[in-house]
């Protein structure tokens, strides 16, 4: 049976997906990496400059198998909106290196797996 929807039309649900995890959700960030500032002689911000964007992403999955993905592999998820930032620019398709790989288990659920990965402009993740 077909959704049904009224009103405006928004996003919805998740397309980007991950091997062996049903994913649940994703969290992504992106900021500069790089920050510096100038003031004069009372104190008072004269310059600010911003380099080297990185995005870092967050997703969380139920475990399909126990063959998850691994630290120090490469990452490519879809987001819903422009707000990655491969090689600078805004995109919906993050590419990165996996920092971080969490795994929850429990006598009464499925097992949770929370993957975090990042990616610079500057470096291109194949």
């Known amino acids: 049976m077909a959704a ?3 009103g405006t039309t928004c996003l919805y649900a998740i397309s980007g997906t991950v091997s062996n995890l049903f994913v649940q959700s994703y969290s992504l960030s992106s900021s500069f990496n ?3 500032m100038v003031v004069d002689e009372t104190g008072i911000t004269k310059t600010h400059r911003l380099d080297d964007r990185k995005s870092e992403i967050t997703i969380e999955g139920i475990a ?3 063959s998850i993905p691994q630290l120090g592999a490469t990452l490519s998820f879809t987001v819903n909106t422009a707000s990655a930032y491969p ?3 805004a995109s919906a398709s993050f590419s990165g290196v996996i920092t ?3 795994d929850k288990g429990s006598n009464k659920g499925f097992t949770a ?3 975090t ?3 610079f402009e500057g470096i291109t993740y194949a």
Do not use: L, P
């Open 4 to 6: 049904i929807s009224t």
């Open 34 to 36: 790089a920050e510096a």
């Open 64 to 66: 399909k198998t126990s």
């Open 87 to 89: 090689s600078g620019s």
């Open 100 to 102: 971080k790989v969490d």
């Open 113 to 115: 797996v929370t993957v």
């Open 117 to 119: 990965a990042i990616d």
